[in-house]
């Protein structure tokens, strides 16, 4: 083995994690790109300090990312979930979001809505 040149810095950086789907990303980041390092599973949000130092956009985007696999997680197709995702963030704020992630009764009773909605306006 050749010893590192003078002045090399050691290697201190941790190997790169295996993805985990087809878009290359490590299995720590979730489809949005932010990690997922401090949740529990997907579905699950990071902390309440870690989500309130984002801007509010991120947030969405995160709390979505949550609601799109709580949506998988009941079954439906991923274009179905993430129709029905955007739906949900389009019309609701962030609280209201962060609620249906408490509440899982009220995220089936409004994934339902939402399906009745797109099969009565021919989308679904």
């Known amino acids: 083995m050749v010893p590192p040149h003078p002045g090399a810095l050691p290697n201190r950086m941790a190997p790169p994690t295996a993805p985990n789907n087809r878009s290359g990303r490590p299995s720590h980041m979730g489809p949005n790109g932010f990690s997922n390092e401090n949740a529990e599973e997907p579905g699950e949000l990071p902390d309440l300090s870690t989500l309130s130092a984002m801007s509010p956009k991120d947030q969405k985007e995160l709390v979505g990312t949550a609601i799109y696999h709580r949506i998988?997680?009941?079954?439906?197709?991923?274009a179905m979930s993430g129709k029905i995702t955007g739906m949900l963030i389009s019309t609701m704020d962030i609280s209201e979001l962060i609620n249906l992630l408490d509440t899982p009764a009220n995220l089936t009773r409004l994934v339902q809505e939402a399906l009745d909605t797109l099969k009565a306006s021919g989308q679904q």
């Open 72 to 78: 998988r997680a009941l079954g439906h197709t991923e």
